[in-house]
C-alpha cells in the first residue's frame, strides 16, 4: 500500500486496501488552512507598477477634475456643427464595411474574392448609395431624405471635457490588462450614474418623515373593496394583451433568431440587417410603439397588444439568439456531413439544445408582458391599466389600492403558474 501526499491530502493507492489509522498517519490540513492556488491569488494578475502607477495618477487628475477641485474654467464659443445626414450614414455604412472586411483580407486573401465576400461587398455599396441618392426616385424605389443635422456648442467646459478625455486614457489602459484602470473606471461611471441633481442622502429620510406621502397611504386604506367587480373584467383583458403580445413575439423571433445567429445565419449582411433591425425595435419602448399603432387600427386593445409584441419580438429574438450561438458544434457538424439542409439541422442540431432556454425565455416574457401591457393600456389600451390611469387622475386612491391588489395577486398567480410549466418542460 502507498502513500503520498500531494496539496496536503493523503492520496492511496487503490490496490492496496484503505489505510490504518497509525502513529505515523498522514496528518491533512484544514481547507481553509491551505494557501489559495496560484492562479487564484491574484485574480487580477500580477501588477505591472509601471502601468499601474500611470492609471492611479490618471485616475485621480480625472475625479479631481469631475469633482471641480480644480477648476479649469469654461470658453464661450458658440461653434454650430451642421451635416447632410444621409452622406454621414453613407460613409459610417462603408467605413464600417472596410474595417470589417479589410482585417480579413490581410489574413486570408483569398476569402475576398469568395461568393459571399463579394455578395457583402455589392449589398453595402447598393446600401449606401440608396442613402446618398436622399429622396430622390430610383425607378421603383424611393429614396429618402434624413436631413441635415445641425447642433450648436454654446461653451467648452474645460472640466468635463478633460475628464472625458482622461476617460479614455483609462480605457485605453484597460486594454493593456490594468487593474487599476478597470476599477477606475468603474467608480467613475458610478459617481457618474449618481450625480443627478438633487439626489442626497437626504432623500431616503423623507421617504420616512414625509407628510404628505403618509397622507397618500392614508387615503389608500381601507380599500374600496365594492369596486372590485369593475376590476375583474379590465384585469383579464390585461393578461389576453400579454398572451397575444407573447405569441406574436415568438411567432417572430423564432424565424429572426436563426437569421440573427451567427452559426445559423445564411449570410454575414442577413445577420448584420436582421441585428439593426432588432436593435432600432428595442431601443423604442413599447408605449411609443402602442401609441404608433393606434394611428393605423385606432384605440382599444389591439395596438397595445401589436406594438408590445413588436417589442417582445425584437427582445426574444435576441435572447433567442444568444442561446443558438451558445450550442455545442458536434451535432451540426454531424447533420452537415451526412447531407442535412439548413432546416434540417435547425431541427435536429440547434433546436434540442435550446428548447428549455426558449421556453423558459418565452414564459419569463409573459410575465413581464402582463406587468407591461398595465402601462401600454395608460395610452388608451383598455385594460386595468386604462382603469388605473382613470383613478389616479379623479385621485380616487381607494380604488387604486383595490387595483393594485389585484394585479400583485395576479402577477404572482401567474408566477407559480410559470413555476409549474418550467418544472413540467424543463
Request: with cysteine; proline share 5%.
Amino acid at each position: 500500500m502507498l502513500i503520498e501526499k500531494t496539496d496536503g491530502y493523503a492520496i492511496e493507492d487503490r490496490k492496496g486496501g484503505h489505510a490504518k489509522n497509525s502513529s505515523n498517519r498522514v496528518q491533512v490540513e484544514h481547507l481553509w488552512l491551505r494557501k489559495p492556488p496560484p492562479d487564484l491569488a491574484k485574480p487580477f494578475g500580477a501588477f505591472f507598477w509601471p502601468l499601474e502607477v500611470t492609471a492611479l495618477a490618471v485616475a485621480i487628475c480625472a475625479a479631481l477634475l469631475f469633482a471641480r477641485v480644480i477648476e479649469v474654467g469654461a470658453v464661450s464659443v458658440n461653434w454650430v456643427v451642421t451635416f447632410n445626414v444621409n452622406v454621414a450614414v453613407a460613409l459610417i455604412i462603408i467605413v464600417a464595411g472596410i474595417a470589417v472586411m479589410v482585417p480579413k483580407a490581410l489574413k486570408k486573401p483569398r476569402e475576398v474574392l469568395n461568393t459571399s465576400s463579394i455578395v457583402s461587398l455589392v449589398a453595402l455599396l447598393v446600401v449606401a448609395l440608396y442613402f446618398l441618392s436622399g429622396d430622390i426616385q430610383l425607378g421603383p424605389v424611393q429614396g429618402i431624405n434624413l436631413g441635415t443635422f445641425s447642433y450648436t456648442i454654446a461653451a467648452l467646459d474645460f472640466n468635463l471635457l478633460g475628464s472625458a478625455l482622461l476617460a479614455v486614457v483609462l480605457l485605453c489602459l484597460a486594454f493593456r490588462k490594468s487593474s487599476i484602470s478597470i476599477l477606475a473606471l468603474l467608480v467613475l461611471f458610478l459617481w457618474w450614474g449618481f450625480s443627478i441633481e438633487g439626489l442626497n442622502f437626504s432623500i431616503f429620510s423623507e421617504l420616512v418623515t414625509s407628510q404628505s406621502g403618509a397622507s397618500l397611504l392614508r387615503t389608500m386604506v381601507p380599500p374600496s373593496w365594492s369596486y372590485f367587480g369593475l376590476v375583474i373584467q379590465p384585469m383579464l383583458l390585461t393578461i389576453q394583451t400579454a398572451v397575444v403580445a407573447t405569441c406574436i413575439g415568438i411567432v417572430g423571433a423564432v424565424p429572426l433568431s436563426m437569421l440573427a445567429a451567427r452559426n445559423t445565419t445564411p449570410h454575414p449582411v442577413i445577420y448584420t440587417i436582421v441585428r439593426f433591425f432588432i436593435n432600432t425595435i428595442r431601443a423604442i419602448p413599447a408605449l411609443v410603439l402602442a401609441l404608433l399603432f393606434i394611428t393605423f387600427v385606432g384605440l382599444g386593445p389591439v395596438p397595445g397588444a401589436l406594438g408590445l409584441g413588436l417589442h417582445t419580438i425584437s427582445s426574444l429574438t435576441k435572447l433567442y439568439a444568444e442561446a443558438i450561438e451558445s450550442v455545442e458544434p458536434q451535432p451540426i457538424e454531424a447533420l452537415s456531413a451526412s447531407g442535412a439542409n439548413g432546416i434540417q439541422r435547425f431541427r435536429w442540431g440547434v433546436f434540442p439544445q435550446v428548447f428549455p432556454l426558449l421556453v423558459s425565455s418565452s414564459i419569463y416574457y409573459w410575465e413581464s408582458n402582463t406587468r407591461d401591457s398595465t402601462v401600454v393600456a395608460f395610452v388608451g389600451g383598455g385594460g386595468i391599466g386604462f382603469l388605473l390611469n382613470q383613478n389616479l387622475s379623479l385621485l380616487n386612491y381607494s380604488n387604486v389600492s383595490v387595483i393594485l391588489i389585484t394585479l400583485v395577486i395576479t402577477v404572482a398567480a401567474l408566477d407559480r403558474i410559470s413555476d409549474f410549466v418550467r418544472s413540467r418542460v424543463l
